[in-house]
């Protein structure tokens, strides 16, 4: 074992990745808290400097996927494409078998440039969560409870207001709805042979209701 890698595996080097990522999350959600005073006088001016204030947080979740755990994204693209991404607004699928699949896609928004500004659809208990959960609060991330006929019209309107955005940014989304278990995956193909739609082997039935909303509010951006 290397050097690098033998400080990985010692506690004190985890000790110490979690102190500098709390100390520094509450702090930086701190300074949050006092951007509010721009929003009345400039939205724009607030947006953009929360966009910085995030990425000094997810940049360091990104370090630890990269750096700490050694996991490397392969990105697959028409080459005709790929000078598009980063300069323009986008809607991400990812699918969701694992805790840290968010992690992957905040990996290829580091590489494009568009991590501090990047969005998801969460779970409205995420807003309460210290750090990450304050930050995407300041960044406008769209919460839902998962009741549609609650959230459609607060999702609506949130998704409305980030046509405006300063800043690109890529609206990351997992058209599963929830994470991939075999409980989950047996009663989503339960669902599936009712409604007479294909069963899926490996994911589970896409709830299209909140990517069809997405991609109406966002259209054209």
Not at 2 to 24: A, E, M, R, T, W
Not at 97 to 108: R, S, V
Request: overall charge positive.
């Amino acid at each position: 074992m290397d050097i690098v890698g033998f400080l990985k595996s010692q506690f004190i080097c985890h000790l110490l990745i979690c102190y500098i990522f709390i100390v520094s999350g509450l702090i930086i959600n701190f300074i949050q808290l006092f951007t509010l005073l721009l929003w009345p006088i400039n939205k724009q001016l607030f947006r953009r400097i929360n966009c910085r204030l995030a990425y000094c947080i997810s940049s360091q979740m990104v370090m630890l996927l990269e750096w700490w755990s050694g996991t490397d994204c392969t990105l697959y693209t028409d080459p005709e494409s790929y000078h598009k991404y980063g300069k323009e607004n986008a809607i991400v699928i990812l699918n969701h078998n694992f805790e840290i699949d968010f992690l992957c896609g905040w990996n290829f928004c580091e590489r494009f440039g568009v991590l501090g500004s990047s969005k998801v659809l969460a779970k409205k208990e995420l807003s309460y969560m210290p750090i990450i959960g304050w930050m995407w609060y300041f960044l406008e991330i769209v919460f839902c409870k998962r009741k549609w006929e609650e959230d459609r019209k607060t999702v609506m309107q949130k998704l409305l207001n980030l046509r405006d955005y300063p800043e690109n940014f890529w609206f990351l989304i997992h058209c599963e709805g929830t994470r991939f278990t075999e409980q989950k995956h047996q009663i989503s193909m339960q669902v599936a042979e009712a409604k007479g739609l294909p069963k899926l082997k490996y994911h589970l039935l896409p709830r299209t209701k909140g990517f069809a909303v997405t991609v109406q509010c966002l259209r054209n951006v």
